[in-house]
């Protein structure tokens, strides 16, 4: 492992809760206010956040409001692209957009205004308008001095992206080819179909570990462990109180299939997108094809049967979708992909699921889900611009996001019980956790953005996977 230099060791010691131990993170650090501090100062600060989704701002001059940790961002379509800019006013500093443009109107011909004293920027961040200029010393209105500071902003995936470190490697360069399997499955055609937000009463680090590895679906989501028990059991011991094998030697392949296919089902019901209802239809109008009589070959089989009648189908409705098998061979993917620092993508067929996480407070955040599918071009509906908040126990969420926050919350209650100085993780599974936390801290210690770079590439695909070697 490579030696700090003098700088980094300086900041690494201001780090009172630094992941010694790889197989065992410190409490404090879902609790203690300086440590998220210490995150907010040198973490939040310098990462690639996703801001927006493009469909909510389609036309030039429309603009949403993206907010982290006390600091706001305008990202609004320009002539010139996707732009963002700090949202505050240049003369008195209060904010000039709060929301999305569909609340304030689109910007293109009114421009941005102060609700204070009324100045104006227009949409590329220029001031267009000082009311009572010949009240100021001119040397306080240098039209390149009261433009509105730009933000790092960039596009990817049919999401907008922001930085506010101006010296960070480009997205794409930070995520590298994590990103090639996304984009071969199309995730830049996706639209949303529905979006739900709710506050936990969490760390944001404590929500995100519930989808940073499948370990818990024994006991969380017992209803997918008794649909395909080998799938689980396969990768988590035989002892986790499964009904055997998925794929059962005495079982026909009708019959292993029909477990399969039940899991579609409740993929379908527990996520609503993850397994889309059009893709469910067209999985169930194969069950009844012919295959081979060994299980082991007829359901993968039966697999690549139903992914190919999903992307035949659905193009011949018009929707532009790539060949899912294809994508899937050349580029595998387990079942979530993480992009750091907050959010995740869950794969299953065309559509995705998107999961976001913002810190609002040391022990509390903000939790969104997105469901994404395709539309045949023309018949896209209208964009979703704003979440709809229910209490983290509504049974309003679908059932899989319902039975992960019924954990979250007690979880966090257990970080402050006396005697538990740290979470034990398995260096198999719960590796994922683990490179988080160590990456974390390479922020805090202050590394370099190509230094950072290829850890952060290897979070991406480690979902369920072991605790890495980083040169952090």
Same mark, same amino acid.
């Given at each position: 492992m490579a030696d700090f230099d003098a700088t980094e060791s300086l900041k690494a010691a201001a780090n009172p809760f630094r992941v010694i131990d790889p197989e065992k993170i410190p409490a404090s650090r879902f609790y203690d206010e300086e440590f998220f501090n210490l995150e907010a100062e040198h973490m939040w600060s310098r990462t690639w956040q996703m801001a927006c989704r493009l469909e909510t701002i389609p036309e030039i001059g429309d603009w949403v409001e993206y907010t982290i940790l006390g600091k706001s961002v305008i990202v609004v379509n320009t002539k010139d692209g996707v732009k963002a800019h700090h949202n505050h006013c240049r003369h008195r500093g209060v904010p000039i957009a709060g929301g999305h443009g569909n609340d304030r109107g689109n910007c293109a011909k009114t421009g941005f205004i102060c609700p204070f004293h009324g100045w104006r920027w227009n949409m590329e961040g220029d001031c267009t308008f000082v009311y009572g200029k010949q009240l100021f010393n001119q040397d306080l209105l240098e039209a390149e001095d009261l433009k509105l500071r730009s933000v790092r902003c960039e596009t990817w995936g049919g999401c907008a992206y922001i930085n506010l470190d101006d010296n960070a490697l480009s997205y794409v360069e930070t995520m590298g080819s994590a990103l090639d399997g996304l984009d071969a499955r199309g995730i830049g055609n996706l639209r949303a179909e529905w979006w739900y937000g709710t506050v936990l009463p969490a760390n944001w680090k404590i929500a995100m570990e519930a989808f940073q590895e499948g370990y818990h679906v024994m006991k969380t989501h017992p209803q997918l462990q008794q649909a395909t028990p080998v799938l689980y059991?396969?990768?988590?011991?035989?002892? #986790?109180?499964?009904?055997?094998?998925?794929?059962?030697?005495?079982?026909?392949?009708?019959? /292993?299939?029909?477990?399969? &296919?039940?899991? @579609?089902?409740?993929?379908?019901?527990?996520?609503?997108?993850? *397994?889309?209802?059009?893709?469910?239809?067209?999985?169930?109008?194969?069950?009844?094809?012919?295959?081979?009589?060994?299980?082991? *070959?007829? $359901?993968?089989?039966?697999?690549?049967?139903?992914?190919?009648? $999903?992307?035949?189908?659905?193009?011949?409705?018009? !929707?532009?979708?790539?060949?899912?098998?294809?994508?899937? #061979?050349?580029?595998?993917?387990?079942?979530?992909?993480? /992009?750091?620092?907050?959010?995740?993508?869950? *794969?299953? @067929?065309?559509?995705? #699921?998107?999961?976001?996480?913002?810190?609002? #407070?040391? !022990?509390?955040?903000?939790? !969104?889900?997105?469901?994404?599918? /395709?539309?045949?071009?023309?018949? !896209?509906?209208?964009?979703?611009?704003?979440?709809?908040?229910?209490?983290?126990?509504?049974?309003? &969420?679908?059932?899989?996001?319902?039975?992960?926050?019924?954990?979250?919350?007690?979880?966090?209650?257990?970080?402050?019980?006396?005697?538990?100085?740290?979470?034990?993780?398995?260096? $198999?599974?719960?590796?994922?956790?683990?490179?988080?936390?160590?990456?974390?801290?390479? &922020?805090?210690?202050?590394?370099?953005?190509?230094?950072?770079?290829?850890?952060?590439?290897?979070?991406?695909?480690?979902?369920?996977?072991?605790?890495?070697?980083?040169?952090?």
């Open positions: 059991n396969s990768r988590y011991g035989n002892d #986790t109180g499964g009904q055997g094998p998925a794929i059962n030697p005495d079982m026909s392949a009708r019959d /292993n299939i029909l477990s399969q &296919f039940a899991q @579609f089902e409740l993929l379908s019901e527990g996520m609503a997108g993850l *397994v889309h209802a059009k893709e469910l239809e067209i999985a169930r109008q194969c069950l009844d094809v012919e295959l081979p009589d060994d299980p082991a *070959v007829a $359901v993968p089989m039966w697999f690549g049967l139903v992914m190919d009648e $999903v992307t035949k189908q659905l193009r011949a409705r018009g !929707e532009n979708i790539p060949d899912i098998r294809e994508a899937a #061979t050349k580029y595998p993917l387990d079942a979530l992909q993480f /992009n750091f620092p907050n959010s995740f993508v869950l *794969v299953f @067929f065309s559509g995705m #699921t998107s999961y976001r996480v913002r810190p609002l #407070t040391p !022990e509390t955040c903000l939790f !969104e889900i997105w469901s994404l599918t /395709n539309f045949p071009e023309g018949q !896209e509906p209208d964009p979703v611009l704003e979440p709809i908040m229910l209490p983290y126990d509504s049974k309003e &969420f679908p059932k899989i996001p319902q039975q992960d926050y019924s954990n979250i919350p007690i979880q966090q209650k257990g970080m402050h019980s006396q005697g538990f100085e740290y979470m034990r993780l398995s260096r $198999v599974r719960e590796g994922l956790i683990s490179n988080n936390h160590r990456v974390i801290d390479g &922020f805090i210690a202050g590394h370099s953005h190509a230094r950072l770079a290829p850890a952060i590439q290897q979070l991406s695909l480690n979902f369920d996977g072991p605790i890495l070697e980083f040169d952090l």
